[in-house]
């Protein structure tokens, strides 16, 4: 807006790098407001799933109720992107949920991604790589997406029982320290 702009251009370079790396929230009603349009964004993955169910399974091209929660979330983005204050903690995070990749359209993922964003990145995205690679690597959504879910000990699911190692090389391929 204008009026951010205004209040942006009248701080000192130091002012305005020290408001976006402090550690607490910058109170930003205004985007709170825009971000309410997006309910699907405040709930847990058992409230999407019952807010949101997959009633046409036969139809993977509808937009049914779980796209709602695709469309919602990246309207939020874009809003974040757009009219968020805190635009280094909204860049970062951007990065970040990059980074941290899941597909959103595997099983599962779609009704975990959004508490993925608001639970696992969002919060560590200006502290310690270490709680942020802990917090990702324990999300439901990471689980689903790189079939950890699916894991077993050896010989107790039958034939295709065992440890499922997906997440292992994606931790260090990719999450750390890369394939050389």
Not at 27 to 47: H, K
Not at 54 to 79: K, M, S
């Amino acid at each position: 807006s204008s009026e951010e702009a205004a209040r942006v251009h009248q701080m000192s370079r130091n002012e305005w790098l020290w408001e976006q790396v402090r550690p607490e929230p910058i109170d930003d009603p205004e985007l709170q407001e825009r971000l309410s349009l997006y309910p699907s964004l405040s709930m847990g993955a058992g409230e999407l799933l019952q807010n949101y169910p997959n009633q046409n399974r036969d139809n993977p091209v509808g937009l049914g109720p779980p796209q709602r929660i695709l469309i919602e979330l990246r309207a939020a983005q874009i809003t974040r992107a757009v009219h968020a204050r805190a635009q280094l903690r909204e860049v970062l995070t951007d990065f970040w949920f990059n980074h941290f990749n899941v597909f959103a359209n595997a099983g599962p993922t779609r009704y975990t991604i959004v508490p993925y964003l608001r639970d696992s990145i969002r919060p560590h995205v200006l502290g310690k790589f270490e709680d942020l690679l802990r917090a990702t690597a324990e999300s439901p959504a990471m689980l689903y997406y790189l079939d950890n879910a699916s894991s077993s000990a050896p010989g107790t699911r039958g034939r295709n029982s065992g440890i499922n190692e997906n997440y292992a090389r994606e931790l260090l391929e990719l999450h750390t320290v890369g394939v050389d």
